[in-house]
Every structure is written in structure tokens, then in C-alpha cells.
């Protein structure tokens, strides 16, 4: 079986501008070109293809992409273990649905809101393997150990302070702030100030600019935190707001 690269681009929900520039970069090479020039792709493509959007998913670069798929061949192993991360995500998001929902009654309702409750399936071990991809194994050790220390009311008050955080985000950027603004750097300030509480990472006892530029762009580009700012036009004012904060500082 073989698919042109206008085939494999539509069953793929991808451009072939997107598949040309995987062929560039050697990421997802054709498996034949013929002499008209037309590039076309095979079953060992295709399931290429599959492991780099999953990764894409997990919110890896291209360059960490590539080092990823050189180090594990065994496809059925990789794909079995991305197989294992959905099943764990999707119990995860059913666990968090049913918190938020009944936090939604309570609220409705007038009862009683249990804070254990509100946060089931706020798993934080989900990330392991992307942080250690990301920033190394002791980076996560630091952070895990931390996470523990905080107790369960710890935990609970930190969670809050996130929520907290992504709601003023969220209120920023709906209210169309000037990025410059006083009150737009206030929040920046703030984000800073949480980033530098938690172990483990660059930004700890201290921002690390590169490290929060990094973040910034990844917000963007990675819907799991875009969700946090309201969807991706939110993500881009956190975005520029933070550059802004950097070009100050």
C-alpha cells in the first residue's frame, strides 16, 4: 500500500507542506520518489508518521522528535507504551470531568465543595517521561520530591494557586490589556514569582529568561496549556505579555 503525499496529508490532518518539511529534515522521508518528482509513502511511513504526531501530542519538539524515534526501533513497543499514556489520559480527564462536575452541582446547588474531591485526577507522574525528556531525571527527582513534601493540603492550596493564576490570565487577555500595561506586567510578575517556588526547574529561586521564553512559546503551541489561558489567542497576549516582562527585566 502506498499513499501520495496529497493522500497521506489528508488522512493525516497535516499539510504536505508540513510532510515535505518532516522529508527535509530527514524526520519522515518517502519511501519512493518517482521520476515525476512526487513523493509517496508506505505502511512503514505511515506508522512513522503516527509515532511523530503522538509525540507531536506530548508537546515535543522536532529535534527531540527525532532523537526519540532513533532511540527506541521497536515500533509495536513505542506505539504499545503511547497506547498506555492515552488510556492513562483518558481515565485521567473522565476522573477530572467528574470533579469539575460536581463541583458545578455544589456551586449550583449550594453544597458542600470537598476539596479532595475537586482535584481527582490532578495526576502530576502523567508528565514524567516529557519532563525527563525535557529537562533530565534529577530535574523531575526535584520536583517529585517537592510535590510529596507539600502534604495533601499542600498540594490542595498550590493547585488553588493555579487555578487562581490561570483565571487572572484568562481575564487579561479576554479584557484585551495592553501587554505593556502596568497591569499586564503586575500578572507578569506574578507568574514569575510562582515559577520560581517550584523546585526542580530553571526557573526556581530566580527566572531563568531563556527558560521562560521557552515556556511562553509553549503555551502557544501545546493545547494542553493553551487550555489554561483560554484556547491559543489567549496563550499569544500570556505570550507577548512575558516577552514584554523579559525586555523590561
Known sequence: MEFSIQQLAKAAGVTSRT??????????????????????????????????LLLRELGL????IGAVLDREKDEVRALRAHLDWIDAERDRLERQRAAVARTITALEGGGEIV????????????????????????????GDSWWRSLGEGGR????EQV??????????????????SAEAQALAQRHVD???????????????????LNLADMYVADPRFAA??????????????????????
Open 163 to 180: 487555578a487562581a493564576l490561570s483565571a487572572a490570565w484568562t481575564a487579561g487577555a479576554e479584557a484585551g490589556l495592553d501587554p505593556a
Open 115 to 142: 476539596a479532595k474531591e475537586m482535584f481527582d485526577g490532578f495526576d502530576h507522574t502523567q508528565f514524567k517521561e516529557e519532563v525527563v525528556e525535557r529537562w533530565g531525571a534529577e530535574a523531575y527527582r526535584k
Open 194 to 212: 510562582w515559577l520560581a517556588g517550584i523546585p526542580g526547574t530553571p526557573g526556581y529561586r530566580g527566572c531563568d529568561k531563556d527558560y521562560l
Open 228 to 249: 489554561n489561558y483560554g484556547g491559543e489567542p489567549g496563550a499569544r497576549w500570556v505570550r507577548e505579555v512575558l516577552r514584554e516582562w523579559v525586555a523590561r527585566h
Open 61 to 64: 519538539g522536532l529535534e527531540e
Open 19 to 52: 510532510l515535505r518539511h518532516y522529508g527535509q529534515i530527514g524526520l519522515l522521508k518517502p519511501s519512493r520518489t518517482g521520476a515525476n518528482g512526487y513523493r509517496f509513502y508506505d505502511e512503514d511511513a505511515l506508522v512513522r508518521l503516527q509515532r511523530i
Open 156 to 159: 490542595q492550596r498550590f493547585l
